[in-house]
């Protein structure tokens, strides 16, 4: 069994993993749990683009997976494999093919069954579920799956496109036009519009200049959620708390729907790396630890669509049983859901500067998360930095390995009110980093990119000019709550009020009974990815209790 990568190499562990041996148990619940079926050379198990498709395990003959978009082998099965990738469980379309490269036996075992299995049986969820995760990050990193994006790297809905499409871990290969041998090559396959930017899905559909939703709908990304049955739990948000909610519910037997309205992971989703998180030693990025929240949440069942935005949230009652209290979420699509109780874990948006010309150079030289499609931007330049807190002190530790220099910028005389000091002795002791105290940003520069910026030291008034083609603003966020319109109190910063200060016992609970708050978004809750995933962890308990009494009543 191969996954094309360089030939003649050693297996790593990230092969070892993608691939792994079945011993006899293992077969033996796949035999019990499937139906066993010969197919002959070119039977097609499942083609790309397809909307839901069942495991393959294969016990004799040989298998091809097919990358569509070039029509080359992305992987040959030679040997008793299962088959099958992450999007099996996250009712994701797929990104590629299987067909049978000659005679074969094999077992057929249906999505939903599998589903189940995953969820109550360990002996399948332990050797499944790192398997699709690991065949799901070479995917990633060799380019296929399916998918191309064509743009340019300084065009800010290009950047958009690929900032969704990394921060959600999609396969995709992005095709830079001004490579003229690589877009050569896409248009061998396609007629390409003219249009600045084009997504290519694996079955063929082209989509010129589409914005985030389109491209999640064209992949089959776009859930479909219940709308005449009744959720036991809606997760608004899924940062760190309503992740750790849905994992919690999920695995405790509520029928559990996450909403995310733009990526996974939330701020700390754009954390180049975090630290101080218990557990992870030597680090782990604010993306991939929301990716493991994410694949643990689908393990237990929970639902999560993304791209969808809750735009209304109020009383109302159950569809099927009218008598019975619920919840109502307005999502975007004129879609309403219906919940028996809801948390709000949507956190908070970026705060931006009181800048001219900020908006028209978003996505093209400014930039609010520092990972590794932002870093390409500093190579060979300086990056210029705005804030004092840890994200700001991550990034300046991530992006000083990119830069020329990496310039922070904080109002204030230094760092040590503001940010852990493990990152701020770091940066005063790098001689790549550049702390300007007492100063702010107060002009942009550039044509259709950031080309400088100019500083002015708050006291002096003397201004100074940096070339840079990469500003990041990390100057704290502001609730998100416009959109509740007053179902639940918010306290005067538009945090939403819970516990005590609206007469609840429990410190989670809202105003509105059956709706709690936890995470950022939150009054008075500690900002930190620890405190977050604690608060959505303990909130399910009270969420149990509420149903408990809401059915007894």
């Known amino acids: ?151 340019r790297e300084k065009d800010a809905r290009t950047n958009a496109l690929r900032a969704f499409l990394s921060r959600n871990k999609i396969p995709h290969e992005f095709v830079d036009r001004d490579d003229a041998d690589a877009l050569s090559k896409v248009r061998e396959g396609c007629d390409l519009p003219d249009s600045e930017s084009v997504v290519i899905t694996g079955d063929g559909h082209i989509l010129p200049d589409p914005d985030t939703r389109e491209m999640a709908q064209a992949l089959g990304l776009w859930l479909e959620v219940q709308t005449e049955n009744t959720y036991d739990l809606v997760v608004i948000g899924a940062g760190p708390s309503g992740l750790a909610a849905a994992v919690y519910g999920a695995s405790e037997g509520l029928n559990t729907l996450v909403i995310e309205d733009s990526a996974i992971g939330g701020q700390a989703g754009m954390s180049s790396r975090i630290e101080n998180y218990l557990g992870f030693t030597t680090g782990i990025s604010g993306a991939d630890l929301a990716y493991r929240g994410e694949i643990q949440a689908v393990k237990f ?24 209290r619920c919840l109502e979420i307005d999502l975007d699509g004129d879609v309403t859901v219906y919940a028996k109780t809801v948390i709000l874990a949507n956190g908070v948006q970026y705060r931006r500067l009181p800048l001219a010309r900020l908006r028209e150079f978003e996505g093209s030289g400014v930039y609010y998360a520092a990972t590794e499609l932002e870093a390409r931007f500093c190579r060979k330049t300086n990056a210029v930095i705005v804030g004092g807190g840890n994200s700001a002190g991550q990034a300046a530790m991530f992006l000083s390995r990119h830069s020329s220099c990496t310039h922070i910028v904080v109002r204030n005389g230094g760092l040590a009110d503001t940010m ?63 959109w509740l319109d007053g179902a639940v ?9 819970t516990g005590a200060a609206v007469g609840q016992e429990n ?32 909130t399910v308990s009270a969420v149990h209790g509420f149903i408990a ?3 007894s009543s």
């Open 420 to 482: 852990s000091s493990y990152l701020s002795d770091r940066i005063e002791s790098d001689e790549s980093i550049n702390l300007v105290t007492q100063s702010e940003v107060v002009a942009l520069h550039g044509d259709k990119h950031l080309e400088a910026v100019t500083l002015r030291h708050c006291e002096t008034g003397e201004e100074t000019l940096i070339d840079t083609r990469a500003l990041f603003i990390m100057i704290g966020a502001v609730p998100y709550t416009d």
């Open 1 to 151: 069994m191969e996954f094309p990568r360089q030939p003649n190499t050693t297996k790593s562990n990230l092969d070892l993993t993608a691939w792994p041996d079945m011993d006899d148990a293992l077969l033996d619940i796949f035999r019990d749990a499937g139906e066993q079926c010969d197919v002959p050379k070119g039977h097609v198990l499942f083609e790309v683009g397809q909307s839901s498709y069942d495991l393959i395990v294969l016990l004799e003959g040989k298998l091809n997976i097919i990358d569509r978009t070039v029509d080359r082998l992305a992987a040959i099965i030679d040997k008793p494999a299962f088959v099958g990738e992450l999007g099996m469980l996250m009712n994701q379309d797929t990104f590629l093919a299987c067909e049978a490269a000659e005679p074969s036996r094999v077992i057929v075992v249906k999505q939903a069954r599998l589903t189940e299995l995953v969820a109550n049986v360990p002996e399948v969820a332990d050797v499944v579920v790192p398997a699709f995760a690991a065949r799901r990050r070479m995917l990633i990193e060799d380019g296929r799956g399916g998918l191309t994006l064509v743009g």
């Open 301 to 324: 069942g929970a639902s999560i669509a993304m791209p969808r935005r809750a735009t209304a949230l109020r009383e109302g009652t159950c569809q099927k049983d009218k008598g019975l």
């Open 549 to 551: 009494d809401l059915t």
């Open 489 to 497: 109190e918010l306290d005067h910063q538009g945090f939403v009020k």
């Open 507 to 538: 410190g989670f609970a809202t105003s509105l009974p059956g709706v709690f708050a936890v995470g950022d978004i939150r009054s008075g809750s500690v900002k930190r990815v620890a405190s977050a995933v604690g608060e959505g962890s303990v």
